[in-house]
């Protein structure tokens, strides 16, 4: 009779209840008495299925012991040992795929001249200097974008415009002309269409949030927290710190919009790094519904960049405001830090990645000039282009790339309990590191599991404390 051994997992304890979240499936399953007696069995010595029933039934006589074995092995916490474990598939996902979200790069200019920016510093992938990209997006390039958006959206029902830059507002115009022609072309195809928008707010006026509001727009604001932490590296190009030219602006739009979700996006760098301070800040006293927080994307040794000592800063400090969030969410409030909003979704959801992200897949960044890439990072880089809004996806390239940059070639990620989620990391963090998009972030790892850890102790947490709280990441 054939060995028993355990199969691939994390284990993880929340509520005094043992959970496992399962490599495989990415399922979380909870451990009751017999289904833990089995796996602890099982993980001392590999056992043949009459011995290890032996084993443990004189603790649960009559307990159904075989089923929960059953169970076990069918959602593969426990698998014959003489079966090698899978190894991960290399699925490509069959082109033409449909395309759901457009990220346009209304232009690549910016009035702030932030030290970090990977746009305009040393670690920029695309010289925006060279004129080979045009500063400013023309309304006829952006309307070409809508027009490949629908094209190529297939059967999505939805369909998403994100708006980008350098600073977005700045091609204020052409945005405000785009976005009624993007609605009626959704309307025409029996389709809706939704936007966003990212701003570092400075140059928001009255008349630019009664068009925000107006036409539902969603807006996510560049903003590192109160005015020292805001001015450390978010100036003008004279030097002089943004955060009073902000404030009143963001303030007024987040007063007159509200039909959607206003948040604001945090770069944390060696400097910038009171996460609590940061957070408490733009939700109570300026009024944000929502923070995300994500360390700066920049090359090991510059002087902002986060060391190992600041990782671990970092997620000391995630972990503090992730228990806020738990505290909140067991008693039905709403708290808005959105790194963990967005980890419980795909953990409740079952992700799991062949790709980090919808980057050259369901989701490409438009350059100012017309050319497609991966997305709004890349948009513009030669390496990167899969397409421009005049010729269409180029399916060649595009298939290239999935092919290139699947998890099965991550070789370092096959062991790691975190690759459902996580499945290498964002590609332009990796061509920043290691000069690749094909490379997986393994100056990260210890942080993505730690965090990826919390966030499955949240939510058996909140499975066992409040079940209902987790159904608004049913949709
Ligand atoms: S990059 Fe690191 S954390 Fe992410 S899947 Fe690969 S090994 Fe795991
Ligand atoms: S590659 Fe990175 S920056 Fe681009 S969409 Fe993916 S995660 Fe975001």
Redesign the pocket.
């Known amino acids: 009779m054939s060995l028993l051994g355990l199969g691939e997992f994390h284990e993880f304890g929340a509520a005094d209840q043992r959970f496992l979240y399962l490599v495989p499936s990415a399922a979380v399953f909870a451990l009751d008495d017999p289904a833990s007696a089995l796996i602890d069995t099982l993980g001392v010595q590999r056992l043949n299925r009459e011995d290890l029933l032996a084993a443990v039934s004189p603790r649960f006589p009559g307990n159904g012991l075989d089923e929960t074995l059953a169970e076990l092995e069918l959602v593969r916490a426990v698998r014959p040992v003489a079966t090698p474990a899978p190894e991960t598939p290399t699925i490509i996902p069959l082109t033409p795929f449909p395309l759901t979200t457009a990220v346009l790069n209304v232009t690549n200019q910016c009035n702030l001249s932030c030290a970090y920016c990977y746009e305009y510093s040393e670690d920029k992938i695309v010289d925006t200097t060279t004129g080979a990209q045009p500063k400013f997006m023309s309304e006829e390039t952006a309307r070409q974008s809508i027009d490949l958006l629908f094209r190529e959206a297939g059967d999505n029902a939805v369909v998403h415009v994100s708006f980008f830059g350098g600073e977005t507002l700045l091609n204020f115009p052409v945005l405000s002309r785009v976005v009624p022609y993007a609605r009626e072309e959704a309307a025409a195809r029996g389709k809706r269409v939704e936007f966003n928008l990212t701003t570092n707010a400075t140059l928001l006026s009255s008349e630019m949030i009664d068009f925000l509001v107006e036409h539902d727009i969603a807006v996510t604001v560049s903003i590192d927290g109160p005015r020292e932490m805001q001015d450390r590296f978010r100036v003008f190009r004279d030097g002089a710190g943004s955060y009073d030219a902000l404030l009143p602006r963001v303030r007024e739009l987040l007063r007159r919009h509200h039909s959607r979700p206003i948040g604001a996006r945090v770069t944390l760098t060696s400097q910038v790094n009171d996460i609590s301070g940061i957070f408490h800040h733009l939700t109570e006293e300026i009024g944000f519904q929502e923070v995300g927080f994500a360390p700066v994307t920049t090359s090991p040794g510059r002087d902002h960049a986060l060391d190992r000592e600041g990782f671990d800063k970092m997620v000391a400090q995630f972990k503090a405001l992730a228990d806020e969030f738990l505290d909140a969410a067991a008693a039905d409030r709403h708290h808005g830090f959105s790194n963990v909003s967005e980890t419980l979704a795909e953990i409740h959801k079952g992700v799991s990645k062949a790709y980090?992200?919808?980057?050259g897949l369901g989701?490409m960044?438009v350059s100012t000039g017309g050319d497609v890439a991966?997305?709004?990072?890349?948009a513009g880089s030669e390496e990167h282009r899969l397409g421009s809004v005049d010729t269409g996806i180029d399916r060649e390239a595009q298939t290239a790339f999935l092919e290139r940059h699947h998890l099965a070639h991550k070789i370092d990620c096959h062991t790691c309990w975190a690759r459902p989620l996580c499945s290498g990391?964002?590609?332009?963090?990796a061509h920043t590191r290691y000069g690749t998009?094909t490379h997986a972030n393994l100056h990260y790892c210890d942080w993505i599991r730690e965090w990826t850890d919390i966030c499955l102790r949240i939510y058996g947490e909140l499975a066992e404390r409040n079940g209902p709280f987790l159904n608004r990441f049913d949709s």
Request: aromatic share 12%; glycine share 18%; net charge neutral.
């Open positions: 980090p992200c919808g980057a989701l960044g991966l997305c709004h990072r890349f990391g964002c590609y332009h963090e998009s």
